[in-house]
């Protein structure tokens, strides 16, 4: 990375700080910390405990980071709905998606009942969907979400994370799904590796996408 994209990225992560309760706790708590640290130095009453205290916030918020993070990757999948993190589950029948026109693979969805076009993207990490659609389909921010940079050919912008209620296309049924909503990205929708990786397996064959879920569904009539 340039150090120019790193000035982005650094900007837009200090740019998402006021939007994110997460980032506002860290900040506090280093705030905390630092006058903990103050009360020691000047011997007095409470300051270990203020500085111990701000330390397991801190270390809170890691354990919360790691959380959100590890969903990333089906591997390490995590479910805590306690904190708003449901398990992710795709299954279904199998789907074969026609190449368009553009070279690309689109697919058309319902998000939470909402209609919607998506391109499948395999350099994608994460599934993303534009401000309208996260609107008309009810996608709110995820409380105390980790705040999340992408890269664009205009540079790096801040995002931020939701959960997809139901999202169906073809004979694919997701629940609990992990998405961006990234306002500056514009109208498309990219499904990305999040879903992607929990297929049992997706592959190309001529001009045709060819998507299996894991422990395939009696085909229902969507």
Do not use: C
């Not at 120019?4 to 706790?25: H, K, V």
């Not at 397991?56 to 479910?79: M, N």
């Not at 999340?148 to 997701?174: D, P, Y």
Request: charged fraction near 15%.
């Amino acid at each position: 990375m340039s150090i120019e994209g790193i000035w982005q990225y650094l900007a837009a992560t200090l740019a998402a700080i006021p939007r994110s309760g997460l980032l506002m706790l860290v900040v506090a708590a280093l705030g905390v910390s630092w006058i903990g640290s103050l009360m020691v130095r000047r011997k007095l009453p409470l300051g270990h405990f203020v500085r111990r205290g701000s330390t397991v916030v801190l270390a809170g918020i890691l354990v919360l980071v790691v959380l959100q993070l590890s969903r990333f990757d089906s591997r390490l999948e995590v479910a805590v709905p306690q904190i708003g993190l449901p398990e992710q589950v795709v299954e279904g029948g199998e789907t074969r998606i026609a190449m368009a026109p553009d070279g690309h693979f689109w697919l058309r969805a319902q998000v939470n009942g909402q209609p919607a076009s998506f391109l499948v993207d395999t350099g994608a990490t994460l599934t993303a969907v534009s401000q309208r659609l996260a609107d008309t389909a009810g996608l709110k921010p995820r409380r105390g979400g980790l705040p999340v940079t992408i890269n664009t050919a205009n540079g790096a912008v801040s995002a931020q994370l939701s959960t997809i209620g139901e999202m169906r296309f073809g004979n694919v049924a997701a629940r609990g799904l992990d998405v961006v909503i990234a306002p500056t990205l514009g109208e498309t929708n990219v499904v990305g590796m999040n879903l992607l990786s929990r297929l049992a397996s997706w592959r190309v064959e001529g001009n045709t996408l060819i998507l299996v879920p894991n422990n395939p569904q009696p085909q229902p009539e969507w």
